[in-house]
């Protein structure tokens, strides 16, 4: 190779090694500094919230004073980086505090600077820019929402569906289930078992009468959610809906119904003599075997069945 | 003479939200981010309140209860923390007298009352 090409190709090299390094100096510093206006905007969110919940005396809490201070920091519309850590910081610090905090915590969050950055994101293309806008919303429990959201209760989507029947029944807890009857699409079980543990973080105490409005569904994955609510709150008087559906032509529904049915045996004796009378009827060998077994492991007289 | 409160939170918010609330209702307190900010003239002073989290980086919770005991005097302990599994609330309980076990969503005025 002659020389003049050799000194060529190492000018060339070593060009791309400077540019490489200012590079990397260049984005460190970038870094540096995003991670020094986190940091800011956690600390003026931390003496304002606390200013907020716990004013000196002879003041009141003053909602124009945080939305000022955030925004001199940087929290603007322009700049959605910001915007979102402020987002991920006001959740996190809901989900910390309860009791009259938690309701002061709402009402800030309803007036301050990115109270329409996450309703914002329903108006995206992108579904998942969608879910992500509903969770925050009712991360921060922000209901005057729930008309926009309730439209995406039945969505193709499976992921702002999924997001919107959390998002209700967040904010409605029992009274959502009346939206059952209307949702054709499937729901995962992951999904079911979603719904079924925000119901009982949300509203401990049954509603069955919301639960009756539910039972008109034909979709089996919401008669399965159904059985898998009674199962959760020991909902005995509902035991009639369970047996019901130990016909259903649907193997996971039968499965459900047994699952739930042998649960709530243990509360009353009376169940199992029952699904002793009814097992004929259980479609499935393989399920009238399972039935058999798990009652035969409680102690229970079994009579010779045809299988 | 002011009460002293102790507060130990790797959160800075709720570290700043309990340290207002004790401000407000007339306790002397100190806020820390871990126990390794501790200094060697504290270690021998005396806390009528110390409020503890449980996660800090490095350490198990039941490690840092037991550090904490050897390293600080106080007459209740407090804990709020996220850590809310019944097995964590036994095994902290098995190692010291805890006063509160508050885990999230925790409500502030319920530490007020025990108080």
Redesign the interface.
Known sequence: MPFGNLEFFIKIFLLFLVANILLTLCAAQWRRSKNRRKKLIEAVFADKISDFLYPQTGKKPSFIDVQRALRKVGVREERPENVQFLIQLMIRTQQALGGSNRIQLKRLYGQIPPYRASIDKLRKRDPFQKALGIKEIYEMDQNQYIKQIAAYRDHKNIYLRREAQIALVSFLGWDSLRFLPYLSRKISLWQQIKIVEKLHDVCREPKVEYLHLAYKTKNPDAIELIIRIIKKFYLLSEVDYVFLNLKHPSYEVRKAAIYCLLSLKVRDGAIAERLVRVMDGIPSKIQRKQVLKYLAKGGHTIPTLSL | MQKRVLVLQG???????L???F??KGYDCHCLASLAEFKDKDVQSHFHVVVTDLLFRGISPQEYVLKLNGSIKYDKLFVVT?LGQEKIKRSISRLTTIDGYFD???????IEDKI
């Open positions: 959160d800075l918010v709720m570290r700043k939200i340290e207002r609330m401000h407000t996220m999230y969503p925790v409500d502030l005025k319920e």
